[in-house]
Every structure is written in C-alpha cells, then in structure tokens.
C-alpha cells in the first residue's frame, strides 16, 4: 500500500459550509499546535489517551490500514492534534501498516507527551531546561534543533546520524529553534527524503535562509544599478496582471513559496537594467549616492498570509492571484483604521447585516473570506470614517472572533460564528483599573461589571445569572458617569465565586467597597507621582539636549580660535574658555539633578502599589 500524501502535497477543495447542522465528518485541515477549544471526535490509542488524531490525520494516514482497530473514538471538548508529524506519517506509521504492531507508535506517543513543544522563533533560556541537538557540519554551526523536533522530524530523516546532543545551554543566553523556521523545515524534509545523499544541498538551503535579512514589511531602499536582495512575484495570467504587484523578499518567498506546489507560479522581479551602466555609475552605486528604489514586501501582511495559506492547501496559484489583485488594489489593513473603501458586513441570512459591528476591509474580505468560500455570509456595506477591520490583530475582539471563524471553517457549520459576532463584536474591552464614561455596566453602584466580564466571567459561572439578576445593575444600564471595572480582578473573581454558592450578594459588595476605598488611597497618588517622574524625566532630557547644543557651539569657537580670552564659569560649573562652555555645564548638572530627582518617587510608588496588588 502507497504512503499518503505529506500535508504539503494534500490538495484541499473549499469546506462544504452551511448555516447550521452537523459539522463535517473530517476537519477541512490539521491545525497541527493548535488546540481546538470546541467539542469535536479525536481518535486515540486507549493507553495513550492524551496522544490525539484529528479527523483528518486519522482519515490520510489510519482509516483502512490494519493499524485501524487499535485507535478508538472520543469526544472531546478540546484537544490538540500530535499525530501529524514526519516522524509518524513518513516513518512510524507506514511501518506499523505493513506490519500490523503499533507498538513503535505507542512508545513514540508515550515518549513524546514528555517533551515540551517546540518554543518557536522567540526561544527559550536556559532555565527552560531545553535538550538541543547541533551538527557535526562545521558549516551549519549556527544550527540549532530543540528535542521536541528531533523527535518529531530529524529522527524520522537519515539526516539524523549527522546530529548530535548539543553541549547545555548557558546561563543568559537564548536559543531558537531552527526547524521552525518554514523553509528550513521543508528543505530538510525534501532533501532527506529524495534518492541519494543530498546533505550538501540541504546545508546549501539552511545557511541561505539563516543568512537572509528579517522581513519587517516595511520599505526597502535599494540603490538604482544595485541588487541588494532578490524579489519575487505571481507570473501574469494575463498581460498587465495586478497580481504581480504582489511583490515578496527573498525570506517571505523562502518561507511561503519556495519548496511548495505555488514555487513554479513564480519569478524573480527583473532588476533594473544594467548592461549599458558605465564604471562610475557602478561606483556611485557602490558608495550609496545613485538614486534609490524602494520596494515593499507584502508577504506579512495577514491578508496575504491567509491568502497563501488557502492557496498553498488548495494547490492553486489561481486562489493567490485572485486574493492578490484585490489586496494589492486596497488600502492596507492597519491598526490605525481604513478610511473608505468597500467594506463587508456579516449577514444574517436575509441579505441584511447580522451584525453591524462585525465587518472586515475589501483586502481582508480578499484574503480571508473569499479565498475559503464564505462569501455567501457577507454583503457589502459602504466606507466612511476610519474604521478598524475586525480581522485586524489590533482590534479588541480579534483574540476572541478569530478562533471562532476557525472554528467554522474547520467543522463547516457557520452558525457558531454567527453567534460569537452577534455577542462580542460590539462589546468593547474592559477598562480594568481605568475609568470609562458611556458604558453599559451590570452589578452594582459599588461593584460595577463591564460588558466583557459580564459575558465572560460572571453569566458563564454557575449561578452567576441569578446573582446577577439580584444586583441593582441588571441588564446592561448605561451610565454617563466614568465607572471601574471591578470583575477583571482575580480577587474579585474569587468573592464572586463565593457569592454564587451563598447566593447572596452582600459580601461581594462589602468586600468591593473596601476594594475601591484602597483603590482611592493608592492608583491616583500612583498615577500622580508616574506623572510627576515623566515631566522631571522630559525636564532633564531637554538640559542635556541644551548642554550638547551649547558645548557644540564652545567646540566651535574653540576650533575657530575666537574665544575673548578670558575664563567662564565657576567653582561649581568648572572653568571653560567660552560662555558657551560654562553654560553647558550648568545644563549638564540640572540634567544630572533631574534625572537623580526623578527616582525619588520610586520607593513611594512601589510601596502604594504593593498595597493595591493585595487586593488584586
């Protein structure tokens, strides 16, 4: 029996979607790291409970294969996937269905429930007690694998002779893992596995990825006659194609493109012309006087990343250039808001907006929505003011809605979705210890609840709705006046708690009054000397600015020898040859005496805010 197709290489059509029913016997894709918070079926070894499937790996890699009658069916209501990894799907998992054990399977699982997951690009100390793995090839020195990725991808490869335990990581410094790291991840895999030993290449490929610049989506100056780095775009379906103003850096196109079915759908943004450039317009080049090009990479925008995402799952260059062409064309989606444009509104089933709070930008909707099929749940609403797109990372609900959407392209039922939007895209967040005017709040006088706390915390607490219903706030009433919130502290939360199983609300209140007269003594006092210390701070950041612009005019007059001979200054300030000399001392110890008086309200603020965190 052939193996299954990699995940790279599994060619997804769009999730049949609906509004309500049953959810899709198999997920339309593997979140691997992910955890799923909803319910859904997960497949196990019985002995390895905490080993899960998802329906989808169970589906590519167990169903009609003689490992099949050892996993059994469960349903959770959260799990992660572990199964999809090279070391089972390209090693384990096919020897276990020749031969019927799954016993290697099972001591994999066991093994690897042990090891703590790979931390990702950020990297870890030493205090993480992270086992590492390095190479014996001198020239990958700088190559680091964490155990979590040995075990589930080096140690699957016949790469794997070729590294060794690395010596223990010192105190102070920080590792990363370099298999994270998309490019490097799938050259491994695509090396190690085609005829041959192709460990050259492979080392070719990691020093070429390691040694690229960080992508930061921001503008590229590259001096005209000069290429600095290589840019990459979609070929053109047609002539003039918009697509091809999707320009990618050569670390976006390593990480997303290159290794991948779309790689043949690309070229190299062609350079300016060189042939006919003489030796001085090479050296003007050379020394950074020629004129300058910019370029900006849009392979980190989130739009594009969807877009890649579907595209790359689906196997179509297709799905890429038609998300492309709207991005490209759109204003971006940024955290300041999009003015205008064509915007897009959740509907609720009869062409009118389910909510109009939920709406995202004509790039998202580009990148998001059209590419995974959804676009029968939106309808399009006009622009206006600035407004921030829902799917943007800085919006307020962003953290709550998106898992959500997930969730509903994963199990094709949309109503769950539906739902969330309906309750939290109008919700704003909660102001903690701030004061906010204008708000709905819940409780009472002395015990306010914003509207998040109130949906998250207190009606999701047994008994919370009917102590709710007992307190004078009920229903949401809008106060004018600027409240606190009182439920987004875990003290609070516990008194709250309590309350429920007394089913009383008087403690709650009591305790909250002596809350909010601590909160009184200390959080303005605080906020009062943090001000006080940033205009002592900005007080003696502009002497020094004063004292380096005068001793810049003493250096002047020095140098050009037209001092009047005499000495300035005093005991105090020291003796200089120009006025400009002595007055620079006297801005340099008033920045001195600012920046010394400017600790002074340290102690004092640390111990008011020590008094407030008890009763956080």
């Not at 509004?19 to 955890?35: A, D, K, M, Y």
């Not at 996937?81 to 089972?88: A, K, M, P």
């Not at 709406?359 to 990148?367: E, N």
Request: charged fraction near 20%; aromatic fraction near 8%.
């Amino acid at each position: 029996m052939a193996s299954p197709p990699e995940p790279e290489l599994w060619k997804r059509p769009y999730p049949p979607m609906r509004l309500f029913g049953s959810p899709n016997p198999v997920i339309f894709e593997c979140q691997e790291e992910r955890e799923l918070d909803y319910t859904s079926r997960w497949y196990r070894l019985p002995d390895v409970p905490d080993f899960l499937a998802c329906t989808l790996c169970h589906k590519m890699y167990i169903v009609d294969t003689a490992i099949e009658p050892s996993f059994e069916a469960v349903e959770l209501p959260r799990g992660r996937c572990h199964f999809n990894v090279s070391r089972l799907t390209r090693s384990l998992v096919p020897a276990a269905c020749r031969s019927g054990d799954v016993q290697p399977i099972r001591e994999f699982a066991k093994r690897r429930l042990q090891i703590q997951d790979c931390q990702g690009h950020s990297g870890v100390g030493a205090e993480a007690e992270v086992k590492w793995f390095r190479t014996r090839d001198p020239r990958l020195d700088w190559f680091a694998a964490c155990e979590a990725c040995s075990e589930d991808i080096l140690q699957g490869t016949p790469f794997r002779a070729r590294f060794v335990a690395a010596p223990a990581q010192p105190e102070g410094e920080i590792w990363a893992c370099d298999i994270c790291v998309p490019y490097i991840k799938r050259a491994l895999l695509r090396f190690s596995s085609l005829p041959g030993d192709l460990w050259d290449s492979f080392v070719e490929a990691a020093n070429r990825r390691a040694h690229l610049p960080k992508c930061e989506g921001v503008p590229v100056e590259k001096p005209a006659g000069l290429q600095v780095l290589q840019w990459y775009r979609p070929t053109a379906e047609t002539p003039g194609d918009k697509a091809q103003e999707l320009v990618l850096c050569e670390a976006c196109f390593c990480d997303k493109v290159s290794l991948t079915s779309l790689e043949s759908g690309f070229e190299v943004v062609s350079p300016p012309q060189q042939q006919q450039q003489h030796v001085l317009d090479l050296l003007m080049a050379r020394l950074g006087t020629a004129p300058t090009t910019t370029t900006t990479c849009l392979g980190t925008t989130l739009p594009t990343t969807a877009a890649f995402a579907s595209a790359a799952g689906m196997q179509s260059l297709d799905v890429l250039r038609t998300a492309a062409r709207t991005i490209v064309a759109s204003p971006p989606c940024t955290e300041s808001g999009v003015v205008g444009g064509t915007w897009f509104a959740l509907q609720s089933g009869n062409g009118t907006p389910a909510s109009p709070d939920f709406a995202v930008c004509a790039a998202c909707y580009a990148g998001w929505i059209e590419t995974w099929g959804l676009t029968g749940f939106f309808t399009p609403i006009g622009g206006g003011a600035a407004r921030l797109c829902n799917l943007n990372p800085a919006h307020p609900r962003f953290q709550t809605l998106l898992p959500r959407l997930g969730e509903a392209v994963e199990t094709g039922v949309w109503a769950p979705f539906l739902a969330a939007a309906r309750t939290w895209a109008h919700v704003p967040p909660c102001p903690r210890s701030d004061m906010a005017a204008g708000r709905r709040w819940w409780g009472h006088d002395d015990c306010t609840v914003c509207e998040e706390c109130q949906l998250s915390f207190c009606a999701a607490t047994d008994g919370g709705a009917a102590l709710s219903a007992s307190l004078p706030l009920r229903g949401g009433v809008v106060v004018a006046a600027e409240r606190m919130c009182c439920m987004y502290s875990p003290r609070m939360r516990q008194q709250w708690l309590l309350a429920c199983e007394r089913g009383s609300p008087e403690g709650l209140v009591a305790h909250s009054r002596q809350r909010l007269a601590v909160y009184a003594q200390t959080i303005p006092q605080i906020r009062f000397l943090k001000g006080m210390q940033e205009l002592q701070m900005a007080q003696a950041m502009h002497n020094g600015l004063m004292s380096t612009m005068y001793s810049g005019m003493a250096s002047f007059r020095e140098v050009s020898g037209i001092t009047d001979g005499h000495l300035h200054g005093s005991n105090t300030l020291g003796w200089h040859s120009t006025d400009e000399g002595a007055t620079s001392a006297a801005f340099s110890q008033k920045m001195s005496a600012g920046m010394a008086a400017s600790n002074g309200p340290l102690a004092q603020i640390m111990h008011l805010a020590a008094i407030w965190e008890e009763w956080e």
